[in-house]
């Protein structure tokens, strides 16, 4: 991660505008696609971090590609969005929404194990 905390505790002004925008929105959809199988929470961490980064910039990239079709060169000359830290992003999703999800699959699991003894 290249995370030098130079923007508002991001590492740049792109991160940080990502996450004050669609932060929770971003959450909101890695967190559906965990519920519903998407992304398997059996991974290890990186794997799992890595596909919440793809699956990051895939949905917004999905969400501001019409809006950036409407806007003229001038202003999306203004716009780096391949500066966008993704593993930035990913490592607070994992940590405030992913990892608590493992966490309580894995008491489920432990919780089953003893009933069966």
């Not at 990051?56 to 999306?76: A, H, K, P, R, V």
């Amino acid at each position: 991660m290249t995370n030098t905390n130079t923007y508002n505790g991001w590492a740049n002004r792109e991160t940080w505008l990502v996450n004050l925008h669609f932060g929770e929105t971003l959450s909101s959809y890695i967190v559906e696609q965990a519920t519903d199988g998407a992304i398997d929470l059996t991974e290890d961490e990186g794997t799992i971090r890595t596909e919440i980064e793809g699956n990051c910039s895939e949905y917004l990239d999905m969400i501001l590609e019409e809006e950036l079709n409407g806007l003229g060169s001038f202003l999306t000359d203004y716009l780096d969005l391949g500066r966008i830290e993704w593993d930035e992003i990913a490592e607070v999703i994992y940590s405030d929404d992913i990892k608590p999800m493992i966490a309580e699959l894995e008491a489920e699991e432990n919780e089953e194990e003893g009933e069966g003894e």
